[in-house]
């Protein structure tokens, strides 16, 4: 494509409504690459959800990392929001709310554990007490 | 002159459009990291215990994987949509666990009761075992007691041995009286457990004092004779009733004769059969 250089004195006579509108939609286009300029609301609180929800199913019991991540970056987005960061603060957001529901499913996972070695366990000793049982009588 | 100008405005327009509208992208490029996020779910898929279990996770997980698999001009948002899709993979990968975990539970209840019915079996059985012991026990015991005479009353086992062991007036027992003595000196020989009371009676002929004192020197020598047969003397109270405690009249000979007796009461017996 031929590049035609702009001339000073022809850019003072460029008001044409064509280019108004052109510079319009590209001041539109930087702008919608750009941070929304709404605080990111729906996911702060899908995040503080998920973290309390994690919580009541006491993570921090199963310590878990993940769940100390999510709320810091919920601090995070917070203050981001402050600063009017919104697209920051709208990934901090996100970013901690899977962080406190892989804390919530690794937590559950933990218990199912314990649980299951629990059985195990007792299934063991029922085994090994009759094996006893079973010498004393022979 | 005018119409080129105009021609040229609208190609500067159409470039300023074209560098805006690209401003914020780079080359685009798929973001670093998605490979490792697809092969992790990929690895989640194919596990065979684990891809059916946790279904809407895995999708939601598979969907975030392909968002963060698109090139992105925006190498942050790449990074971003890549961490959430590897944090989505682990999340599914750990519901499936869980999901995992409680189906086996199912099996692992069953093993457990399994072993515990073996369990109670085997005790059913020890028990059964232990029962019959216990009735063989009684049993002999039962036939001993008849062995020896005995009558149960309020105070134990009470055997009576006739005055045919003792000579009239006289304290040493008749080498007839062993037989029965010995029973007796098994029985107790064989029931640790058990202690006796020997009470000597005599019928009302004669001085009391003479006849505390006769009734007292029958049941030693009742005592000494258990001792012999290793009965622990500890285990044997002698006492001398004399003539104060008849179980006959006095009126009669036959009365008197059944007065004339010393009494083996083997105490303890009623609070258990072992």
Redesign the interface.
């Known amino acids: 494509?031929?590049?035609?250089p702009?001339k000073p004195n022809?850019t003072a006579t460029?008001a044409?409504p064509?280019?108004i509108a052109?510079a319009i939609?590209?001041l539109f286009?930087?702008t919608s690459?750009?941070s929304p300029p709404v605080p990111p609301t729906q996911e702060l609180q899908a995040a503080e959800s998920a973290i309390n929800a994690a919580e009541q199913a006491r993570v921090a019991d199963y310590a878990s990392p993940e769940l100390g991540e999510a709320r810091d970056k919920l601090a995070a987005a917070r203050t981001a929001v402050e600063q009017e960061n919104m697209m920051v603060a709208q990934?901090l957001a996100?970013?901690s709310r899977?962080?406190a529901?892989?804390a919530a499913?690794?937590s559950?996972?933990a218990k199912?554990?314990e649980?299951?070695d629990e059985?195990?366990k007792?299934?063991d000793s029922?085994?090994q007490?009759?094996q006893r049982?079973?010498g004393a009588?022979q | 002159m005018k119409t080129h100008?105009?021609s040229?405005?609208?190609?500067?327009?159409v470039?300023?459009?074209t560098v805006?509208?690209t401003?914020?992208m780079t080359s685009p490029t798929k973001p670093e990291g998605a490979t490792e996020a697809r092969n992790k779910l990929m690895q989640l898929q194919s596990d065979p215990q684990l891809a059916t279990r946790a279904p809407v996770?895995i999708k939601d997980a598979e969907s975030a994987v392909r968002a963060a698999e698109q090139p992105q001009k925006?190498v942050?948002?790449g990074q971003?949509l890549v961490?959430?899709a590897d944090?989505?993979v682990?999340?599914a990968s750990?519901?499936a666990?869980?999901r995992l975990?409680?189906d086996?539970?199912k099996s692992?209840?069953e093993?457990?009761e399994g072993?515990?019915l073996?369990?109670r079996t085997?005790?059913a059985d020890?028990a059964k075992?232990d029962t019959k012991a216990a009735q063989q026990q009684n049993e002999d015991l039962q036939r001993q007691i008849v062995e020896l005479n005995a009558k149960t009353t309020e105070r134990g086992l009470v055997i009576t041995l006739g005055d045919l062991l003792f000579a009239t007036g006289k304290s040493e027992l008749r080498g007839s009286a062993s037989t029965h003595l010995d029973k007796l000196a098994s029985f107790l020989n064989q029931h640790k457990d058990r202690t006796v009371v020997i009470e000597g009676h005599t019928d009302s002929v004669g001085s009391d004092g003479s006849n505390v004192s006769l009734s007292q020197r029958r049941a030693d020598a009742v005592k000494t004779y258990l001792m012999h047969q290793s009965v622990e003397s500890n285990r044997i109270e002698a006492t001398g009733k004399g003539e104060g405690d008849p179980v006959a009249t006095n009126d009669s000979a036959s009365g008197r004769q059944q007065n004339r007796r010393v009494e083996v009461i083997i105490v303890n017996m009623a609070t258990s059969s072992r």
């Open positions: 494509m031929k590049l035609t702009f022809a460029l044409t064509l280019l052109t939609a590209a286009t930087l690459c750009m990934r996100e970013q899977v962080d529901e892989l499913a690794k559950d996972a199912a554990q649980v299951n059985m195990m007792s299934t029922l085994k007490e009759m049982n079973t009588q | 100008r105009h040229t405005t609208k190609q500067a327009a470039v300023i459009a805006l509208l401003a914020c996770a925006d942050a948002l971003h961490y959430l944090r989505k682990e999340i750990a519901q666990q869980s975990l409680q086996q539970r692992l209840s093993q457990r072993a515990r073996d369990s085997l005790e020890n075992l």
